[in-house]
């Protein structure tokens, strides 16, 4: 039995919502999960209206940045049943980013009873259109309200829930960063913590204000290898062979990453996770051996790629109704989630909550 608590909102909001446009991360659900991390273990878990919360201005997230994140989407089969996407994934990972932020770590029996219970709860703000998912940003920060350099002893963990329709909409301009760099061997690239978001929005903007989505992040020390972009990992099909970068510490480990790297294999593709150079993508290209680019992620999906620049240069890539790894890639992941395809991986599970609404 669930030692969740509920309290419900006497109005849904869900009929306000136009699900044929649905920006991403701008619409939320009525109702939110939240626990307390006190005296050494999680407690207070509650489902509780969507809203603000009320924080000491020396709580220690604000000013050290303890702050850690998932992101992950439910979607609705063609029966009507909820399902989530490699759930277990994400506790995992969740788990690695609190022990590099010396943050509490979470049982997956905790996070799989919040994640079922906030959904089966939500399930009618889970959009039905292709492409769109009922997005869910598990996150947890620190909430000591100390002003000196310390680990906090308390934390709060919440998901919030909200519809959302493709990251990005279009195909994507990239930019190879050759000033900033995301993150050094040893620091903490690895985890999904805020503040490597944080240190990507100035580099992010100065390309978007050259016309680029985004950048493409180079390695710390010699500004040579590829890392990952700002919002997603990065993958380059070549004529005989799918590369990506290796995750060895310094790149965040990207579950649908890992998922297309498992569906290329079991498709027969050879798929390389190994260092990748600007010099050899752009030689590639040159040569026509590169033929496409592409980004994944949770909330990107697959997304095409149809311009990179480096070092000034401009390179275009085939029209993106080519790529169809890309695209082909994209549609299965879709088809997956959708239940639309079997599920030989068995990665798309059906929400069963065991908390009383
Ligand atoms: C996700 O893909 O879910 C992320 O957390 C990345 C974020 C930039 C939206």
Known sequence: MSNINI???????????????????????????VADYIDGKWTNHSIVPFGNLSLSPVNLALHYGQSIFEGMKAFKKKDGTPSLFRPEQHVIRLNA???RMMMPEISKEMFLEAVHAIVDMEQNWIPKSKGSALYLRPVMFATEAKLGVKVSTTYKFIIITGPVGPYYPKPVRLLAETEYT??????????????????????AQLAKEKGFDQVIWLDAKEYKYVQEVGTMNLFFVFKDK????????SILKGI???????????????VEERLISMDEVVSAHESGELLEMFGSGTAAVVANVSEFSYRDKLYKLADVSTHSTANGLRDKINALRAGEIEDTFGWVVDVKSTVKV
Request: glycine share 10%; hydrophobic share 35%.
């Open 7 to 33: 309290t419900k909102v006497s109005h849904s909001r869900v009929d306000q919502v136009d699900f044929d446009n649905i920006p991403f991360g701008q619409t939320f659900s009525d109702h939110m999960y």
């Open 97 to 99: 980013s609190a022990r």
């Open 182 to 203: 995301r993150a050094a061997q040893g620091g903490v690239g690895e985890a999904k913590t805020a503040g490597n978001y944080a240190a990507s929005l100035l580099p």
């Open 242 to 249: 799918v590369v990506t970068p290796e995750t060895s510490g």
């Open 256 to 270: 649908t990453r890992k998922s297309i790297i498992e569906i290329l294999k079991a498709d027969g593709v050879t």
